[in-house]
């Protein structure tokens, strides 16, 4: 595993937003950026955008270096592209719906002056649109459980909770939000950036967990605080990210998964979300039941690509802290992440 020094006169940072039709996002958000990203270097990546993004970062964001994609590749090859253009130390990852506060880079840097080990970090994510509370994407700091579930602090699928200060502290996480992901540049290249197959949703999860499996460390502060829109590329009741979400997964458990529980644990999670689909039925919501069915068959088509895609597995790692948050919640009825344990 290679670490980079500790010298903090040798940490570099590029804040990269990632646009695409999002002219209006970026005067909204971009401001805050500007304001409080001291000693950044700022970058709009354009996914080929065919609105008039780029006039307007031309023209009202000057101090922007505006990055220009060829094509609109999704979230994962649209930064991939970017990146390579770039020289900083750390990249951070930041979607065009975010307003950032104060110092918020101050306690992000901090982390990675102290630990050469920790590869990733994301701050707090609240809501936007009610700033008391979590955002979805992210929250404190995310986990995933067994069958590959992911969740957050602060988020346990669609409850989220009122942020009273209970998760102000540093902390190691599983996975940290790609709607604010701070990387060491030598970590991402190492672990093979993002994995471009995904196209949109958990590709954060999949690269952390591949960091995870080199050795390194990935890690929430509550120190630093932002504010996310969500939904401004696809909400929730968008079928096409139900398909991203449960192909997504099951992509990163075949990738990642250690030993030879790989395939039980697939198959159990196949079921469940058979599950899910007739459930989808039931509500009448048969778009996101053939979105699933559509999930399904984009994984099988990929999984000899997979397959020669589980590279450093340890022999034996548990990569979950809980065995099935869906019986916590659904079953147990445990809604909090602070009453999981």
Known sequence: ??????????????????????????????????????????????????????????????????IKNKENGGYAKGYNDALKHLEEDIFLLLNSDVEVTENWLGPIMEIFYEEPKTAAVQPKLLDYKNRNYFEYAGAAGGFIDKLGYPYCRGRIFDNLEEDHGQYNDDTYVFWASGACLAIRKLSFYE???????????????????????????VKYTGGSRVYHLGGATLNSMNPRKTFFNFRNSLFSLLKN??????????????????????????????????????????????????????????????????????FSYFIAGKRKFSILK
């Open 191 to 217: 672990a093979g950036a993002l994995d471009e197959t995904y196209f949109a949703h958990q590709e954060e999860i999949d690269l952390c967990w591949r960091l995870h499996n080199l050795g390194y460390k």
């Open 1 to 66: 595993m290679k670490t980079e020094t500790n010298k903090k006169s040798s940490l570099s940072v590029a804040v990269v937003i990632l646009n695409w039709n999002g002219r209006d996002l970026l005067r909204e958000f971009l401001p805050s950026v500007l304001k409080y990203s001291d000693g950044a270097n700022i970058y709009v990546a354009d996914n080929a955008s065919t609105d008039d993004s780029v006039a307007v970062l031309k023209k009202e964001f000057p101090e922007v270096t505006i």
């Open 257 to 326: 998964t250690p030993g030879l529980s790989t395939l039980s644990i697939i198959l159990i999670r196949m079921i469940l979300d058979a599950l899910a689909a007739f459930k989808f039925i039931a509500a009448g919501k048969f778009a996101h039941f053939y979105a699933i069915l559509q999930a399904h068959s984009s994984f099988y088509r990929h999984i000899s690509i997979l397959l020669k895609k589980r590279k450093n597995l340890p022999k034996k790692k548990e990569y979950y802290m809980h065995k099935s948050i869906v």
